[in-house]
């Protein structure tokens, strides 16, 4: 069986982590991991853009170096929290360079790091498509939903993302499913958008209302949207798996599934669809995009 070792990088708006990931088949072992804190606007507000992508290739270049020389990897897989069109061109970052973001996007990181580590094989892909493709091996068609301060998704049909020809698909997370003229504002500027309704920032302040009223927060209230969500995709496309990750996922649990799966059979024609078998939580290991992008390589060889 062909063993392949691939550097793995999940750039995130908070961290940016790195692994080494030696993949068999199926089966994947960590070799080793990095974690550092992302330059991003919030953290470094008098850095210059250009700055900041100047240190993210230095990281990733330096640690791809480095995971050459100690381990013999040849391939690097970087995921981005925004969409990627193409061979490697990043469409948007606002998690990460903030209001500068499109200032500097459409940004082609494959190239720019292809220009720095040149011996090695360079691929890009979004951070929701990477974590997606640890599922691809069990199953080739489902949706993941990664919800941690904001809302991430993407669909997989016969192992593959569905993107479209210019990299926008799997964004229902910014599609109106509030149509309120006073809706909360989403991370891209919308309002009443799907990842503005579900997510962890959004769960925090349906805590605080709760709290201010001496209340328990409605979670049957908040999951409604992305149950909806769930019923669309399934209607539409016939998917019957929907996994859900990410760490407000993990915070609250069991409950937030079996909410889901209660607000489901209201969404649709009940044709006995077995929704409880439908949505399942994944592991709670934190390591989707990194183990998911490692596969990617191998799946995609
Ligand atoms: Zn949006």
């Known amino acids: 069986m062909n063993e392949i070792n691939v550097v793995t990088f999940d750039i995130g708006g908070t961290n940016m982590r790195a692994a080494v990931v030696l993949v068999k088949g ?12 992302t ?3 919030l953290l470094e507000p008098g850095t210059s853009a ?15 170096n480095f995971a050459n020389m100690r381990f013999g990897a040849e391939v690097i897989t970087a995921a981005f929290p925004g969409p990627v069109q193409g061979a490697g061109n990043v469409l948007a ?4 360079w903030g209001p500068d ?12 790091i292809k220009e720095r580590v040149p011996k090695m094989t360079v691929n890009v892909m979004n951070d929701v498509s990477a974590a997606g493709y640890r599922f691809v091996p069990e199953c080739p068609d489902f949706a993941i939903f990664t919800l941690g301060s904001g809302l991430g998704l993407k669909v997989f049909l016969d192992g593959k993302p569905c993107v479209g020809a210019h990299g926008r698909g799997g964004e229902l997370t910014h599609m109106v499913f509030d149509t309120r003229q006073d809706a909360p504002l989403c991370d891209c500027g919308g309002r009443g958008h799907l990842g503005s309704l579900v997510s962890g920032r959004a769960w925090q302040r349906m805590v605080n209302a709760a709290q201010l009223n001496g209340q328990s927060p409605d979670l049957l209230g908040f999951v409604e949207p992305l149950a909806r969500a769930i019923a669309m995709l399934h209607f ?3 998917l019957e798996r929907f996994i859900l990750a990410g760490g407000l996922v993990e915070g609250l649990g069991e409950p937030l599934r079996k909410a889901i ?20 939580i994944a592991e709670a290991d934190d390591m989707h995009a990194l183990i998911g992008g490692a596969f990617a390589c191998s799946l995609n060889k």
């Open 236 to 238: 539409s496309l016939g």
């Open 39 to 41: 330059p991003n606007y």
């Open 101 to 112: 973001s499109q200032a500097l996007c459409p940004i082609d990181f494959a190239g720019l």
């Open 261 to 280: 799966v209660r607000r489901l059979p209201e969404q649709g024609w009940d044709v006995q669809q077995d929704w409880n078998a439908m949505v399942e």
């Open 26 to 37: 199926t089966s994947w072992k960590l070799l080793d991991q990095l974690r550092r804190p």
């Open 50 to 64: 250009m700055k900041r992508l100047d240190d993210l290739l230095d990281f990733i270049a330096d640690y791809a």
């Open 93 to 96: 970052l606002p998690t990460m």
